[in-house]
């Protein structure tokens, strides 16, 4: 049985994404940063359908947090066949109005983070294994409601791509993955209940509706498959054709 590690796994997209490997037969590593039954209720979902999981807790952006997320890891497993670094954050705002505390904590969460986790995963992830990061369509799509987001996620493409290259010979791919427009709960708080914003959510992607959790989920198992074995440093693109002329 292979095993996972997926970060930010409690909720949204990496919880979509923790239950999708569950049933592919991987042993789940579930992340999470503060609520801890949310964690459990995951590792339940996976464990009551036939399959294992356990909870790691770190908080990303602190000292000592890669290092704490390996130590509760290294308690249940030896060794690792995927990582997915989903954990993110957004603190919305335009160029104007981004302060460096909200620049350096997306920077700390979103690139500092999953780079030195990958680092120090490297030792423990078998040859032939995967690495994929949850990046997002505002690579492709221009944001001003948040540019220091989305050059967080720029970077961490960017950097996947020279991953690629240094761990072929391992035969370990290292892909990234961007979403578009999400119903999660990170979105709930403008695209929930409000008509205008879902008809404007709805109306980015050629296909017509707004994506969910599932929707990008099994992108990931894909990419994480025997399938995609000829597939890396790249992204996939799963808006939905947002942003399509």
Known sequence: MRTA??????RGIGRAIALRLGREEVRVAVHYARDEAAAEEVVTAITEAGGEAFPVR???GVEG???????????????LDILVNNAGIVVPGGISETTPEAYDRMFAVNVRAPFFIIQRALPLLRDGGRVVTISSGVTRIAFPESPAYVATKGAMEVLNRTLA???????????????????????AGWLRGDPRALAYATGQAVLARVGTPEDIADVVAFVVSDDARWVTGTTLDATGGSGLQ
Do not use: H, Q, Y
Request: net charge negative; charged share 25%; glycine share 8%.
């Open 5 to 10: 590690l997926v970060t930010g796994a409690s």
């Open 65 to 79: 947090d890669v290092e704490t997320l390996f130590a509760a890891l290294e308690k249940e497993a030896d060794a």
């Open 165 to 187: 290259k240094e761990l072929g010979l391992r035969g370990i791919t290292v892909n990234s993955v961007s979403p578009g427009i999400t119903d999660t709960d990170m979105n």
């Open 58 to 60: 770190a908080e990303f």
